[in-house]
């Protein structure tokens, strides 16, 4: 092949492609929430709770009632109980969850406290995530969460002069059951 006519059709090439790369490079569009949502917690069963979406604070903190460390396979866990109270009042969840680190923080009266930090699966909105929280146990505190940085990053903008503009709606996976379609 003649190269200049290598280099009179590359033009061509470019421009037909140009818009495809320029359509592949474009973000997906970012949801706006309010400074304070609804979620949920994707469990077996499910539990919602009311969420304060700061992006000025570094991480998640979750209000866990009855925080027990425990040992299993060689690893520590954590036990807690969440309450959605200021939604649904005397709801609540008891989960496990590994322990990724233990957090030692300074106590008013000189101890040393801890705040496991744990990950914990979340529907806010359509969005389906996981996300660490630290883990602490604080009586009459609401809302039992906090979404910081960290876990905002990807998920979106936070109007601080509206709140709950989304309500959890995920589709929940399917059950392997359902999945594998039964032989005729």
């Not at 200049?4 to 949801?31: D, G, Q, S, Y």
């Not at 300074?106 to 389906?128: F, K, M, N, Y």
């Not at 039992?144 to 589709?171: H, M, S, Y």
């Amino acid at each position: 092949m003649n190269i200049t006519k290598l280099f009179a059709a590359m033009p061509l090439a470019v421009l037909c492609c140009a818009p495809l790369a320029a359509f592949a490079a474009e973000p997906p569009p970012r949801t706006n929430y309010g400074h304070q949502e609804h979620v949920r917690v994707v469990e077996a069963t499910p539990i919602e709770v009311i969420t304060i979406l700061d992006p000025s604070i570094p991480y998640s903190v979750l209000n866990a009632i009855g925080i027990k460390y425990f040992q299993r396979d060689s690893a520590m866990w954590a036990r807690f109980t969440i309450d959605n109270g200021s939604v649904v009042p005397g709801t609540r969840i008891t989960l496990e969850r590994p322990v990724i680190v233990d957090n030692k923080v300074a106590q008013q009266d000189g101890s040393v406290g801890h705040q496991p930090r744990v990950t914990i699966e979340l529907c806010l909105g359509v969005q389906d995530f996981k996300t660490d929280v630290r883990l602490v146990e604080r009586n009459g505190y609401t809302p039992p969460l906090i979404l910081g940085k960290a876990a905002l990053e990807n998920l979106g903008t936070v109007d601080a002069q509206r709140q709950f503009t989304q309500e959890p709606r995920c589709v929940p996976p399917q059950s392997q059951t359902e999945a594998v379609p039964k032989a005729p």
